[in-house]
């Protein structure tokens, strides 16, 4: 593996944070920014065993939607939310605030690749459709590893990719802040937690989900262009859903050949790790 750029891998977190941060993802993605949405977070959960008690992570926690969802729907747990942006962190405290679960949910500002928690803090860890856009995976997966305690879990959803197979449409810097560019095979995430010293428990492909997504963002820039158009170009967006045809089309292709997807996992810090 190669060693990323520091002053590039900072460039990119600053871009990635930039965008994610703007009211058009919203717009165009929803609440959870990712395929699958709230029904594939609590599909994610079922497998944490998040039982009254627990600490939840969830890193690259975005507007607070993953932290929230999982401290609403199991009694006793508690969860801290890690996010680059502090546009995010500000708005998820807030949200944690206006639900009435401000005693059970944090947010903080930080870096996935240097949390900012203790050694074994964590009952389980969630990362969703953020590990593909980080610059430095191997060191994003040691530090999940590092925060759960022995015999805790981490739930990764993330997009899949060939990025040698990738088409152009596909590459570049947009492409990387939209989680294609950077994403990797299946197996290569769970080599990656395996190294991290993490045992992977179970795999689970959700193609569908992305294309599902596809389809929304589509739809919803078809929308923007009738009714908003002038938000479609302060975000630089002003060819609408016509510029943004090709490389839909070209993500449809690929996920048709298997090139593109998005997935699953689950992994567990074996409990000799003490």
């Known amino acids: 593996m190669t060693t990323p750029d520091p002053h590039a891998a900072e460039q990119l977190k600053d871009c990635c944070a930039d965008a994610y941060a703007r009211d058009i993802v919203v717009a165009l993605l929803g609440e959870s920014y990712h395929?699958?949405?709230?029904?594939?977070?609590?599909?994610?959960?079922?497998?944490?065993?998040?039982?009254?008690?627990?600490?939840?992570?969830?890193?690259?926690?975005?507007?607070?939607?993953?932290?929230?969802?999982?401290?609403?729907?199991?009694?006793?747990?508690?969860?801290?939310?890690?996010?680059?942006?502090?546009?995010?962190?500000?708005?998820?405290?807030?949200?944690?605030?206006?639900?009435?679960l401000a005693d059970r949910v944090a947010f903080t500002t930080g870096d996935a690749e240097h949390l900012p928690c203790p050694d074994g803090e964590f009952d389980a860890v969630v990362c969703e459709c953020a590990l593909c856009t980080f610059p430095d995976k191997e060191r994003a997966a040691a530090e999940f590893a590092r925060v759960l305690r022995p015999g805790?879990?981490?739930?990764?959803?993330?997009?899949?990719?060939?990025?040698?197979?990738?088409?152009?449409?596909?590459?570049?810097?947009?492409?990387?802040?939209?989680?294609?560019?950077?994403?990797?095979?299946?197996?290569?995430?769970?080599?990656?937690?395996?190294?991290?010293?993490?045992?992977?428990?179970?795999?689970?492909?959700?193609?569908?989900?992305?294309?599902?997504m596809t389809d929304q963002i589509e739809a919803r820039l078809k929308l923007l262009a009738m009714t908003a158009p002038g938000k479609l170009a302060a975000a630089g967006l002003d060819g609408g859903p016509q510029a943004a045809r090709p490389a839909l089309a070209a993500a449809r292709r690929a996920v048709a050949d298997g090139r593109l997807g998005y997935a699953l996992l689950i992994a567990e810090k074996p409990a000799a790790q003490a």
Do not use: M, N, Q
């Not at 627990?54 to 993953?66: E, H, I, N, Q, W």
């Not at 995010?88 to 605030?97: D, N, P, Q, R, Y």
């Open 35 to 100: 395929p699958g949405g709230t029904a594939l977070t609590r599909r994610l959960a079922d497998a944490l065993g998040l039982a009254p008690g627990r600490r939840v992570l969830d890193v690259a926690s975005g507007r607070g939607t993953t932290a929230l969802l999982l401290a609403g729907t199991h009694p006793g747990i508690t969860a801290h939310g890690v996010d680059y942006s502090p546009a995010h962190t500000a708005l998820a405290t807030g949200a944690a605030e206006a639900a009435g």
């Open 152 to 212: 805790g879990r981490a739930g990764i959803s993330d997009v899949t990719a060939d990025p040698a197979r990738l088409p152009p449409e596909l590459t570049g810097l947009a492409a990387r802040i939209a989680c294609i560019a950077d994403a990797r095979p299946l197996d290569e995430y769970a080599r990656l937690l395996a190294a991290a010293g993490l045992r992977v428990l179970r795999t689970e492909r959700h193609d569908h989900a992305l294309l599902r």
